[in-house]
């Protein structure tokens, strides 16, 4: 397991990242780049693809809609795959929805457990065989909750 403390922890790790468009995944994003890690994104759609094409090598971002955790295991593995391998998931896709319950539909409410948790879930599961074969580790994040 790498020194986190070390300022070159980061430097050749294969990192997947979710939630790399904005935010708090795309400040890791940029942090582990500027490290040296060799980083695979999962976004959205085609316009954050394009977002990330300037930071990222061609190859380097796979497009995941995290609403629907059935996508999520093949975006994972396409990323493992462009990687060659995986020393991380990095797990920042998330929404928060600020209206009260009284003004949240089931459907909406749906929307954030199906992007928080179930996805959460979707793309821990879809990398651990990768992990186990490098020792990797698995970093949630949240905020807002």
Known sequence: MPDLASQAAL???????TGAAGGIGRCFLEGALAEGARCHALVRDDAQAHDLAGILPQGGVTRCDMARADGVPEAVRAGIEAL???DG???????FDHRS???TSVAQWQQVIDINLTAAFAAASSSLDALAETGGAIVMVSSQI
């Open 89 to 95: 998931l990095v797990h920042c896709a998330g929404i």
């Open 84 to 86: 060659g391998g995986l």
């Open 101 to 103: 319950a009284a003004e």
């Open 11 to 17: 430097a050749d790790l294969r990192l997947l990242v």
